[in-house]
C-alpha cells in the first residue's frame, strides 16, 4: 500500500449532512489542526452544508471551503460515485437536483422501514429522523436505532441480520446512470471525477472500460491518491489520466473522527507529474475574483 502523507487540500469528506458524524464547525476546526486549508465538502448527493457553512458564516479565517458533492449512480448495473466539485450549489438547477436525488433517497428509507416492520421490529421512524438531522434518514440511522432501542446487539450484527447485502432490509437504490451524473455536475459548473475506483474490484480492463465510458460521457477527472489503493494501480489510473485528458484528484474519504487509519487530510501523495483537480478550482475561482 502506498504510505499516506499530510496535505493542506482535502477533496473527499464528509459531515452530518451526509453519512459523517461531524458538525461543520468541529469539521473545520480539524481540518486546520490537521493543516488543511483548501476543503471540498462531498456530502452524498447533496451540497446542503456548504451553503449552510456560508449561510451562518462558519468558515473560518484563512480557510478556503469548495462547493462539491459526491453523486451516487449506476454504470454497468454497478453502483459507483462521482465527485463534482466546483459547482454551483446555489442555483435552481443544482437544487432540483438535489431535490430529485433526496426523493429516492426517501423512498429507499420508508421501503426499509416497512420490510422491517414486516418483519417484527419495532421502528420509531422520528427518532431516526432525529438522528440523522439536518442529513436525511438512511440505513446508518435505522442501525443505531435498532442498537439503542436492544433490538440489536451491536452495529455489526444489525448489518449481519438486517440491513446487510442479502438481508430483509437491502433495499437497492434507484439511482441514474453515471452520464445522467455526469451531466447534471457539468450543467451546474462543476468538474466530475471518479471516486476512489480502487474500491469497486474492477479488471484493469473493466477500468480502462469505466474510464472510456466515463469521458466519453463528459467527466473530466478521476481520483488517484486514495487511502488503501495499490500502488500499481495508482500508477495505472495517472497512466490512464494522461491518455484520456483527465485531471487527477485525491482525498482521505473522511467520515469520522474515530477511525484509526482514515485521518482528515491524509491520503497517499498526488503524482508530480499530472494535470490536477486543484489547479482546475485555482483557476476557476481566480476568473471569478473569489
Known sequence: ?????????????????????????ALF?????????????TDHDT????????????????FTLYPATELSCVWNKRTLHVVGLGIDAYSS?????EQAYNHRRE???????????????????QTIREYAKPGPPARPHIAKHLVETGQAKNLGSVYKRWLGQGQIGDVKSQWPEMAEAIDAINRCGGIAVIAHPHRYKLTWTKARE?????????????????????????????????????????????????????????????PNHAATVKDWLLRKYAAVGR
Open 1 to 25: 500500500m502506498i504510505v499516506n502523507c499530510t496535505h493542506d487540500w482535502e477533496l473527499h469528506c464528509h459531515s452530518q449532512y451526509s453519512d459523517g458524524s461531524m458538525g461543520l464547525k
Open 29 to 41: 476546526e480539524l481540518a486546520q489542526s490537521n493543516g488543511v486549508s483548501h476543503l471540498a465538502l
Open 47 to 62: 451540497a446542503a452544508g456548504y451553503r449552510a457553512a456560508l449561510d451562518e458564516a462558519q468558515v473560518p479565517e484563512g
Open 93 to 97: 438547477e443544482w437544487l432540483a437536483v
Open 107 to 125: 423512498k429507499r428509507f420508508q421501503r426499509i422501514v416497512y420490510l422491517l416492520q414486516r418483519a417484527g421490529l419495532k421502528i420509531d421512524e
Open 210 to 270: 469505466l474510464i472510456a465510458d466515463f469521458t466519453a460521457a463528459g467527466g473530466k477527472g478521476i481520483e488517484v491518491a486514495c487511502i488503501g489503493i495499490h500502488p500499481e494501480f495508482s500508477k495505472f489510473l495517472v497512466e490512464q489520466a494522461q491518455q484520456n485528458d483527465l485531471y487527477v484528484s485525491g482525498g482521505s474519504d473522511f467520515h469520522h473522527p474515530d477511525s484509526a487509519w482514515l485521518k482528515l487530510g491524509k491520503y497517499p501523495m498526488w
